[in-house]
Every structure is written in structure tokens, then in C-alpha cells.
């Protein structure tokens, strides 16, 4: 098992998107494993056991606050950017002018190194710092329980729309995920490579739509729609080939792209990775006894 060293004095983590989806959990995890951790976000919301501190990617101003005092930082994107490198290679070259160690990027099993948009990012990273990960997680299982548009169209109609056909996902566990991410900015040695996170099985989105017309009791149905479609509907609210290559995502899905698992959960946690029905039952619990 993967350890850090008894008696060493754990270093502070600066968890940039902590209110989000994987920031959130890898933020409590850090604290529950009693690592001191800042919680950076735009509005410095109080997370108990961390120093909040406020952080725009697009504000520089707000970075060399958020990075005073960590060594390591866990580095989530900026929603819909089609570009995000701009402004993080920028805030990324002053970190490691500050004396930041360790960087943990959050990308997609989607998006290769030198891929579109946190694919530069991923190929730069080895380049900045000699301590780093790059997490390629698939598909978010929280997608269709949290905050995600699926997940919106869910609980309002209990329809379920995509380009993905039936085409399989190995749909992770956003707790899965930070407990990679804890693995990867406290182990003793960094990965110093890309992860490939999956859960244990590879579903399909009509698999997706069933299990959770099961666990919640209410009717949900996949709705298969074109490429085209689902671009042009996402275009009206992102920019256009961000849109693009989210639908082309879906696409890629039904072509065979996402059907894989790996062991990589249990391989840095050494525990299995959790089930969809599982993740379901516990994020919706509260709905649940509700209905």
C-alpha cells in the first residue's frame, strides 16, 4: 500500500475549485487525513477545517494569495473554457516561482496529453514541475445526481439526452476520484504520470437510465439524439466549438471510445472503486426518502 512516512510534517494543499463536483471531496478527504488545506474559490467560501481563500483563474490578482504558503495544489479547470491553458501555463509559472512542489490536474479520459483544451495543460505539466499527476477520470456518475445539465433534465422530466447511442462509459465515482487525488498529493513519491479512472463496470447510458428508474422509483428514459442535435442545443449556451467538441465526445462514446475499465482505483486507494447503483443510492439518498 502507498504511504507517506511516519512522523512527516504534512505539507498544505491548495485546493482550487473546492466548492466543486471533485474539489469538494478531495478537500474533505485532505482534512478528514488531518492535511492542512486552503480552499480556494471565487467567493472564499468557509469549508470547515480549511482556510478559505479567494481565486479567479481570470482575476491574477487573487493568485499569489491563494498560493502563499502551499506546496502542492490540486488544479481544476475553468468550466467551459474552450482554452483554459491561457490563463492556467500563466498562474502555473508562478507557482512553481513560489515554490510549489506538487500539481494535480484534473483532465478527462477524453482529452489526451497535447489533446484540445487541458490537454495542453496535461503535456506542459512534466515541464513545470517534478512532482505531478495528471487525473483522467471518464465520465462523472454525480452527472446524473449533482448539478450537471443531465442531471437537471432528470429530476424535471426523467429524461436523459445524448449523442452516445449505446455505447458504454466506465462511469467513476467523484469520491473515487479524490481519494486518487489525496493518493496523488500525498504519497511520499508523485505518480508523475497520467491516471485513468474508471469504476468497475462499463454502462451504457439506457443501463444509466434503468438503474436509476430502480433506485429512485420514478420513470427515467435515455433519449437518443444526433450529433448534430446535441451541438446545436449546447450552443446555445457555451461557445460554439466548445459545444462541438462536447457533442463530439458523446459521439465518440458511441463509437466505442469510453467502453473500458481500469484498476487504478484500487491500485493507489486498495480498495474497489465504487458501483453506479451504489453512488446512486448513497447522492440520492435524501430525494429518495422524499419520494
Do not use: C
Not at 43 to 72: K, M, N
Not at 135 to 156: K, V
Not at 242 to 268: H, P, Q, Y
Amino acid at each position: 500500500m502507498p504511504g507517506t512516512t511516519p512522523g512527516a510534517t504534512p505539507g498544505t494543499t491548495l485546493v482550487i475549485g473546492a466548492t466543486g463536483t471533485t474539489g469538494s471531496r478531495t478537500a474533505a478527504q485532505l482534512i478528514a487525513a488531518g492535511r492542512r488545506v486552503r480552499a480556494a474559490g471565487r467567493s472564499a467560501a468557509p469549508l470547515p477545517g480549511a482556510e478559505p481563500v479567494r481565486f479567479d483563474w481570470y482575476d491574477p490578482a487573487t493568485h499569489d494569495e491563494a498560493l502563499a504558503g502551499a506546496d502542492r495544489v490540486y488544479l481544476v479547470p475553468p468550466v467551459g473554457d474552450p482554452d483554459p491553458a491561457a490563463v492556467m501555463l500563466p498562474f502555473l509559472e508562478r507557482a512553481r516561482a513560489a515554490g510549489l512542489r506538487r500539481a494535480v490536474l484534473l483532465s478527462s479520459s477524453a482529452i489526451p496529453a497535447g489533446g484540445p483544451a487541458v490537454g495542453v495543460v496535461h503535456q506542459a505539466l512534466p515541464g513545470l514541475f517534478e512532482e505531478w499527476a495528471v487525473l483522467r477520470p471518464s465520465w462523472f456518475m454525480q452527472n446524473f445526481t449533482g448539478t450537471h445539465a443531465h442531471a437537471d433534465s432528470i429530476r424535471a422530466e426523467g429524461a436523459l439526452r445524448t449523442a452516445a447511442g449505446t455505447g458504454r462509459v466506465g462511469f467513476v465515482d467523484a469520491e473515487d476520484i479524490a481519494a486518487v487525488a489525496v493518493r496523488a498529493l500525498t504519497d511520499d513519491r508523485a505518480p508523475n504520470t497520467d491516471l485513468v479512472l474508471t469504476g468497475p463496470e462499463a454502462l451504457s447510458h439506457d443501463d444509466v437510465a434503468a438503474i436509476l428508474t430502480e433506485v429512485t422509483g420514478r420513470p427515467v428514459v435515455h433519449h437518443h439524439l444526433t450529433y448534430e442535435a446535441v451541438r446545436d442545443a449546447l450552443a446555445a449556451a457555451i461557445p460554439p466549438e466548445f459545444a462541438a467538441m462536447l457533442a463530439g465526445m458523446d459521439r465518440a462514446i458511441a463509437e466505442g471510445a469510453e467502453d473500458r475499465t481500469t484498476d487504478t482505483v484500487r491500485r493507489l486507494t486498495g480498495r474497489p472503486p465504487h458501483g453506479f447503483r451504489a453512488a446512486a443510492e448513497r447522492e440520492l439518498a435524501a430525494a429518495i426518502r422524499k419520494a
